[in-house]
């Protein structure tokens, strides 16, 4: 007979046996648990070196990629420190008793150092490895499953080593069990489809295993991405762009799917983008911010004007509602209001994903893409080498494609990269035309606090000119001229970061000389990543900026949003020139109703906003507090309070200080589905909030311990960009 003998040490649970006979019991017998490592330590498990750490991890490590596919909390992963440590991991002794062990596996493949074994009397009987031997790959765990048939009633032990210390020197173990059947084992699957439409849509549940998905057309890969395909029911469809290889057959090959998987049975091509009925009208859509058709977005890149269309380019994952497979989605506007999606502009190959940038219009013909009269709009951009497994393990370096046809094709320069690696994850360029030196200006950032501007006669050889330090700022730089209090006689630049986080100096062509700062520009939780038009109308003489918004939109295909459109000014202030962004004017053009109420005392108790309701909303109020103690104004249940003592502008977990200019205090509120954005002083104070927000309340202005003077409140309600779709 077999004695089961359970040990629960330190928490971890582990199983081992005491065997008098070496045949196996009727199959099917419920699972042995030999380690599920979800204890604070190892237990009775023997650990060497210092790979594996004092226990179990709770998933992914400093420095990681983002762990998946382990059960429960904890694992087995020895990227403890990175790459470099080495070690052992080895389990007491057990008896074999069903005629399969099965484990979750990932991390690096290299047998015999980042492995799982089976060790029989101090020889390896039975060995595993992750799945991942070059830069790229993934951390996702998968089933593996050895059989053990013939070792039935023999005492083992499990082993796991790492002593490789380059790339993918680490090995992710969890869930090690004893069965009488093997799990779903993970294969590379294909299908062979006719693109006979001009999209290709694809099933997706978000939280589904990721799988990586080449479609290949001849020996060519002419897409690949990462993508949650649906193993049953989708959560939401999301499409390629397939019009350039209409009429092609086509291979779509998964690298890891469950054998009996028919998820690749489930994508078919259609004639549309995505259902014209669901399309916009999904219950989450900001109603004047720009989104994304399906897909994560994230920075706006490439702002451009360009023969009367305003371009947005942005960060975007196509096929996922979370950040990955970075492309640069495009989208085009008459009037920085109404967008139309156009196909991806920009898509990983073998240099890495699609990391942000900048696009210029070439008028001087510099780089001698110009064609046919027409001058090329150039991206510069950041290939991200390493992130995916056709870059190779490349580092990041900046590249330029083009377009002659106002950016609706691209091509991509045979000699990219123009800028190659420097340092760190050196990223995002910004480029503008610096007329002077008649020379292009590159803002870079590079690592830490660190950025460089660097120049060039044609966008393809870059010269460092100075570098740059920005307190409490990394990523995204922006680098602009602008007038100060409107004076084009009397300019400054300014230089900001990721944040908003922004200097004020002068530039020579060569040299940045910051004057003051660092100073912030945004005081909420909905920005980052913001960039300024290049090429807008000189007559016209504005600075016009858009952020991304950072701000989940739960169970939506799409996710993320651009803020609203803003105009920055400099303009001096008692305490020196400062930045002030406004909302553009454009805005008016979306007004359907209004009401105003002036000059009256607003007592306790009072609401003069009880009858308005509604979902969007441009809102001002002026007041003087006079004696108030605080005054709200409330949106749809989020209420917004000046306190006068402190004087500070408070909404949700965000205060910002605002001092009353004249004794009155200027507020400005334009309401979405999903954002506040809040503007105090003319813009002096900026302070974009996501939030989703629900029901239907009045609108309400209220005050305590006291009666301010209200000068002015004015309500506009607002029109959806999307309703002439």
């Known amino acids: 007979m077999s004695l089961k003998h359970t040990l629960k040490s330190f928490g971890v649970s582990i199983l081992f046996f005491v065997t008098t006979r070496t045949t196996f019991a009727e199959p099917n017998h419920p699972d042995l648990l030999v380690a599920d490592f979800e204890g604070a330590n190892y237990g009775a498990w023997t650990s060497t070196g210092d790979a594996f750490g004092v226990g179990p991890a709770h998933g992914t490590l400093p420095g990681q990629m983002e762990v998946t596919g382990f059960h429960g909390h904890g694992l087995v992963n020895s990227f403890q420190g990175g790459d470099a440590p080495t070690g052992t991991l080895t389990s007491p002794p057990f008896s074999i008793e069903r005629r399969f062990i099965n484990f979750l596996v990932g991390g690096g493949k290299f047998p015999g150092k980042t492995c799982i074994e089976l060790v029989l009397d101090g020889a390896v009987v039975r060995s595993a490895t992750g799945p991942n031997d070059s830069p790229g790959g993934s951390e996702r765990l998968d089933w593996a499953s050895w059989d053990v048939s013939e070792l039935a009633g023999k005492n083992v032990v499990i ?22 059947s093997k799990p779903p084992i993970p294969v590379v699957k294909t299908r062979e489809i006719s693109i006979d439409k001009d999209y290709v849509w694809f099933p997706v549940t978000t939280g589904a295993p990721k799988v990586h998905l080449t479609v290949e057309i001849g020996v060519r890969a002419v897409r690949a991405f990462d993508i949650e395909l649906a193993p049953g029911a989708p959560e939401f469809w999301t499409f390629l762009d397939a019009h350039a290889f209409k009429g092609a057959r086509a291979i779509l090959k998964a690298d890891r799917l469950p054998e009996d998987s028919k998820a690749l049975d489930a994508i078919v091509t259609n004639g549309e983008a995505a259902s014209a009925s669901e399309l916009y009208h999904e219950s989450l859509r900001p109603q004047f911010h720009f989104t994304a058709r399906r897909g994560w977005l994230n920075d706006p890149n490439g702002l451009v004007f360009h023969d009367g269309e305003y371009h947005l380019f942005f960060q975007h994952n196509p096929y996922g509602r979370n950040w990955g497979n970075m492309h640069w989605g495009h989208a085009v506007s008459p009037d920085l209001l109404h967008w139309k999606e156009l196909p991806d502009a920009l898509y990983p190959d073998d240099l890495g994903t699609i990391f942000s940038g900048s696009a210029v219009v070439d008028l001087a013909n510099t780089a001698g893409f110009n064609k046919d009269g027409q001058a090329a709009i150039v991206c510069i951009y950041t290939a991200a080498g ?202 008016a053009s979306l007004y359907s109703g209004a009401c105003e109420k002036s000059n009256f005392e607003l007592k306790p108790g009072e609401n003069p906003l009880a009858d308005v309701r509604g979902e969007l909303f441009d809102v001002s109020v002026v007041f003087a507090a006079n004696t108030a103690e605080s005054v709200t104004l409330s949106i749809r249940g989020v209420p917004i309070t000046y306190n006068v003592a402190g004087k500070t502008l408070t909404c949700g977990p965000k205060s910002a200080p605002l001092a009353p200019v004249n004794g009155r205090v200027a507020l400005r509120v334009i309401v979405d589905r999903a954002s506040i954005e809040i503007f105090a002083d003319e813009g002096a104070l900026y302070m974009p909030m996501g939030m989703v927000l629900s029901g239907d309340a009045p609108l309400s202005l209220s005050t305590q311990n006291g009666s301010p003077h209200v000068e002015k409140v004015s309500v506009h309600e607002l029109r959806s960009i999307w309703t002439a779709r």
Not at 521 to 538: F, K, M
Not at 570 to 576: D, E
């Open 159 to 180: 082993r796991i080593t790492d002593a490789a210390t380059g790339g993918w020197g680490h090995i992710n173990v969890d869930q090690i069990v004893q069965s009488d």
């Open 386 to 587: 390493g992130s995916s497994p056709e870059s190779q393990g490349k580092p990041f370096s900046q590249c330029i494609a083009y377009s002659t046809d106002r950016g609706r094709s691209w091509t991509k320069y045979a000699g990219n990269p123009v800028l190659n690696h420097i340092v760190g994850g050196n990223r995002d360029p910004k480029v503008i035309w610096h007329e002077p030196t008649r020379s292009w200006v590159m803002a870079l950032y590079l690592d830490g606090e660190d950025y460089a501007l660097f120049g060039s006669p044609d966008l393809k050889q870059w010269n460092r000119l100075c570098d740059v330090k920005l307190p409490g700022a990394s990523e995204c730089p922006e680098f602009f001229e602008i007038p100060l209090d409107g004076n084009r006689a009397d300019t400054r630049w300014v230089f900001y970061g990721a944040n908003g986080r922004y200097l004020i100096g002068r530039f020579d062509g060569r040299s940045f000389a910051p004057e003051s700062g660092p100073y912030d520009l945004n005081h909420g939780n909905c920005y980052y990543a913001s960039q300024t038009y290049n090429n807008l109308p000189t007559e016209d003489g504005r600075r016009i900026q858009i952020a991304w918004g950072q701000v989940d939109l739960p169970s939506m295909p799409f996710n993320q949003m651009m803020d609203f459109p803003v105009e920055l000014t400099l303009r001096s202030t008692p305490s020196g020139p400062r930045l002030h962004a406004w909302p553009v004017r454009e805005i």
